[in-house]
């Protein structure tokens, strides 16, 4: 469990008008970080050459972005400052403003599943599909006893192989197949590294059983066993918005959470909008977002047709919103080692497994989609999106600091929110200066 937060820590009024040095002292008192790792903080090299030239191959450098602070955030009762790393402008800025909305409801619910990932072994050339799968499953006992002595400091820690199942797939492109699931409780880590070493130790075994020929032996990043939730209930008279009552605004989002449910040409859009918020936090604290995404998509489609990974409904005088997706993350490993930046945003967070990393990004996931959607049925998605732009265009145009918001001024009344534009604005006011 994570430590209890004192007071308020998310909710600090005015940090987004605060100076850089004010908001990380802000956040070194409410997070209890220590000076050492703000320093890291302020090194302007976020990742030291030499490490990620062991890293990666072929390395020539190191590439940087935007790392913002989430807001706001109560989730089972617990506050929460959520380190996101996203080049996106607008993303947390919604974050935060839809988890204040929350909180001022009573916060989000949130929960995960044991860490358990699922290796996949693929059989092929199998002679006896059914005496296979017999055999196997008589053999799950020792199969599991194996898979255990491969990580036995996985299994002291509480975790380790936990079962087998076992898949024909009859009809390939190349035949039939069997596929051997291993399910694996592999802790506070994401578990790649572990699951992919216990399948290939396995591999033979399962050769001998099945007479038949073993070809891939492979983590799925379709985590289905291990699925994250949140809940929000947002009381409506928050939600009044213009001439829109909050009950106005609650059957808006709701039906465009029904596109979304029934299109996925919508689906796709309204799932990145999600993402846009669980990317950034897995990013921020040095997790697979690839493997995030590929298994939410994949989730989102698990019954045959692309579809919305939340959904919407009014209840009484609530506007509630539910979330269920896989989420394969770690609190710890190698990787997470190396960075000073990802050591700093875990720090900053304040979790203690990987358990409650999952359920902090649901909850965040679940907040984007909020908002953005309640932008999209009120004022409509690009008033605040391009303002947040067209600072960032700018800074690209060469502003200087003291003149930045100016040129943003004269570049949104311009009504031509781009880099040339930004560009001219900004020769102008520098010879008017």
Request: glycine share 10%.
């Amino acid at each position: 469990m994570a430590m209890p937060h004192n007071g308020k820590k998310s909710r600090i009024e005015g940090f987004y008008r605060m100076q850089r040095s004010e908001r990380l002292a802000r956040l070194a008192t409410a997070a209890g970080i220590r000076e050492g790792e703000v320093a890291a903080l302020l090194d302007p090299n976020p990742l030291p050459f030499e490490k990620a030239n062991h890293m990666v191959e072929n390395a020539i450098g190191v590439v940087g972005l935007p790392l913002g602070v989430g807001l706001n955030f109560l989730i089972n009762g617990r506050e929460y400052l959520v380190p996101m790393a996203v080049e996106e402008a607008s993303v947390v800025a919604a974050a935060s403003h839809a988890a204040r909305l929350v909180r001022d409801s009573g916060g989000f619910v949130a929960e995960a599943d044991p860490p358990v990932m699922i290796a996949q072994i693929q059989l092929v050339k199998v002679p006896d599909m059914d005496a296979a799968v017999r055999r196997i499953t008589a053999a799950t006992p020792q199969l599991l006893a194996s898979a255990n002595a491969v990580h036995p400091n996985m299994v002291k820690r509480g975790g380790g192989a936990r079962a087998i199942e076992v898949r024909p797939l009859l009809d390939t492109a190349c035949g039939p197949m069997l596929v051997v699931h291993l399910l694996v409780e592999v802790g506070d880590a994401m578990g790649a590294n572990a699951v992919n070493t216990i399948a290939e130790a396995l591999a033979p075994s399962l050769e001998e059983l099945t007479a038949g020929q073993v070809r891939l032996r492979i983590l799925s990043n379709l985590a289905d066993e291990r699925l994250a939730r949140a809940t929000a209930r947002i009381e409506m008279r928050l939600l009044r918005s213009g001439t829109l009552s909050g009950r106005e605004v609650s059957e808006r989002v709701v039906e465009a959470w029904a596109f979304a449910a029934a299109d996925p040409y919508r689906a796709a859009t309204h799932n990145k909008g999600i993402m846009n918020g669980i990317d950034a936090v897995a990013i921020a604290t040095g997790n697979d977002w690839r493997g995030i995404e590929a298994g939410a998509h994949a989730y989102a489609a698990r019954n045959g047709r692309y579809t919305s990974l939340s959904e919407w409904r009014i209840e009484e005088d609530r506007l509630v919103g539910t979330i269920e997706l896989p989420l394969a993350v770690g609190t710890v490993g190698g990787n997470l080692e190396c960075n000073p930046r990802i050591r700093f945003g875990l720090h900053l967070l304040g979790v203690s497994s990987a358990r409650e990393l999952a359920g902090v990004m649901a909850a965040v996931g679940l907040g984007q989609n909020f908002a953005a959607m309640r932008a999209l049925v009120t004022h409509g998605i690009q008033r605040g999106h391009m303002s947040l732009h067209a600072r960032g265009l700018a800074v690209a145009a060469g502003a200087p600091e003291d003149l930045v918001e100016q040129v943003v001024k004269q570049l949104l009344a311009s009504g031509e929110i781009k880099l040339s534009k930004a560009r001219e604005i900004v020769q102008s006011v520098q010879l008017g200066a």
